[in-house]
């Protein structure tokens, strides 16, 4: 199983961004979809999380500007980012917890993908 995660770049503050965190390998399933992210010097905070059921979570310094989604028929998640500020950038990881055959629920982490917000 792999998570690829992409859409992160460069923004100006106030800007836009659409991440984007595709699953594929053997997946007989997957629960909880999240969005985690890493800024320099500092430990990896949660973002934002949605369930399979589609009922969704986020921290409070992103509630209101980021909008958490999947594709269920894709395996897939994202993450709009609207209003961008400095302090958004960092790394941003993608997790899923994917049950593969003949296994329970792993916890699987996508590679990070880079989101920059500077003038």
């Known amino acids: 199983v792999q998570l690829q995660a992409s859409g992160g770049g460069l923004v100006q503050p106030g800007g836009s961004l659409r991440l984007s965190c595709a699953a594929s390998?053997?997946?007989?399933?997957?629960?909880?979809m999240g969005w985690y992210r890493q800024a320099p010097g500092n430990r990896r905070e949660l973002v934002a999380v949605?369930?399979?059921?589609?009922?969704?979570n986020y921290s409070g310094s992103v509630k209101g500007r980021f909008i958490i989604s999947r594709d269920n028929a894709m395996n897939t998640v994202y993450l709009q980012m609207n209003s961008l500020k400095p302090e958004d950038t960092a790394d941003y990881y993608c997790?899923?917890?994917?049950?593969?055959?003949?296994?329970?629920?792993?916890?699987?982490w996508g590679q990070g993908t880079l989101v920059t917000v500077s003038s």
């Open positions: 997790n899923a917890e994917i049950a593969t055959l003949g296994y329970g629920l792993m916890l699987y």
């Open positions: 949605i369930a399979s059921g589609g009922s969704t």
């Open positions: 390998g053997s997946i007989f399933s997957i629960g909880d």
